[in-house]
């Protein structure tokens, strides 16, 4: 999939960066950051050189998951004078996300013209340098801001995220919808399920299907995109997220082959 020849702009943007995977969802807590933070590093973990940009102003969780909130990132002077935001080292990933350079108390209120001028200048004013991927955390849903991120950079594919549920499933469909038009048609790499079942310890042979069975698999068939596969309900992955510790860092293997899986289909 990693086609560089996919793009459809120019590479003035982020020219040291040879592929940049949109990650999105149609609607928020489906899980689209814990997919994009444990992507990263299974693309990490696979040699390559990877940095993953938290782009979801509405609810920037990456200082959370990877344990750096109220770190403010560094700035450096280029060779011709310009000021360049340098990003964060974390488990070998370069980092940055929109939470780090807003303080937490003060929620800042985007709205639909700023919030375009301001994503696009922080994106370009990152310091990337050389990058295999770049992950791209994007806000949830289908607007302008999803408009100019993929106006702004060359990405070359798109994951999408949804649970089995019929209400993330509908909002999903409208994402495919919006990247596949002619306006952006950027390819979708996937569709990677999440939330997909709950077994419990006591009962490992048992699968429980909360949010409903295999909605997304069901989506991607429709739709005719690959189906990059589940990832079930498990403690261990919001424990992760919450402590700053991605579960990609665990030892829960059976998650982290799921994660090392999608990173497969993506290189
Ligand atoms: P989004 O980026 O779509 O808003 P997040 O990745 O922030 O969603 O996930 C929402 C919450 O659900 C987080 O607390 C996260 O840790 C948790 N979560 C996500 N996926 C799983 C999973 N497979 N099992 C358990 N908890 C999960």
């Not at 919001?238 to 030892?251: A, F, I, N, Q």
Request: proline share 6%; net charge negative; aromatic share 6%.
């Amino acid at each position: 999939v990693t086609t560089s020849s996919a793009r459809t702009l120019e590479q003035t943007t982020l020219p040291g960066v040879k592929n940049i995977i949109a990650v999105v969802s149609g609607k928020g807590g489906v899980g689209k950051s814990t997919v994009s933070a444990n992507l990263a590093l299974a693309l990490r973990e696979s040699g390559a050189t990877v940095g993953l940009l938290d782009a979801d102003i509405y609810g920037p969780s990456v200082p959370i998951m990877f344990g750096v909130r109220g770190k403010r990132p560094m700035m450096r002077e280029t060779e011709n004078g310009k000021g360049v935001i340098v990003p964060l080292d974390r488990y070998g990933l370069k980092l940055m996300s929109i939470g780090l350079l807003v303080d937490d108390k003060n929620a800042v209120v985007w709205r639909g013209p700023m919030a375009s001028s301001a994503i696009k200048q922080f994106i370009t004013d990152v310091d990337w340098g050389e990058l295999d991927y770049l992950v791209i955390d994007m806000p949830p849903g289908t607007g302008d801001i999803h408009l100019t991120i993929m106006q702004t950079v060359p990405v070359t594919g798109v994951i999408v995220v949804s649970t089995p549920q019929d209400v993330a499933l509908a909002d999903a469909k409208k994402g495919i919808a919006m990247f596949g038009q002619a306006q952006i048609n950027v390819p979708i790499i996937g569709l990677v399920e999440n939330m997909s079942w709950f077994t419990p310890a006591e009962l490992p042979d048992n699968k429980y299907y909360i949010f409903g069975k295999e909605g997304g698999k069901k989506l991607a068939d429709e739709y005719d995109i690959p189906f990059l596969g589940q990832i079930p309900i498990v403690q261990s992955i919001r424990e992760g997220g919450d402590l700053g510790v991605p579960v990609m860092m665990s030892d829960e293997q059976i998650v982290k082959d799921a994660f090392l899986g999608f990173a497969d289909t993506v290189i």
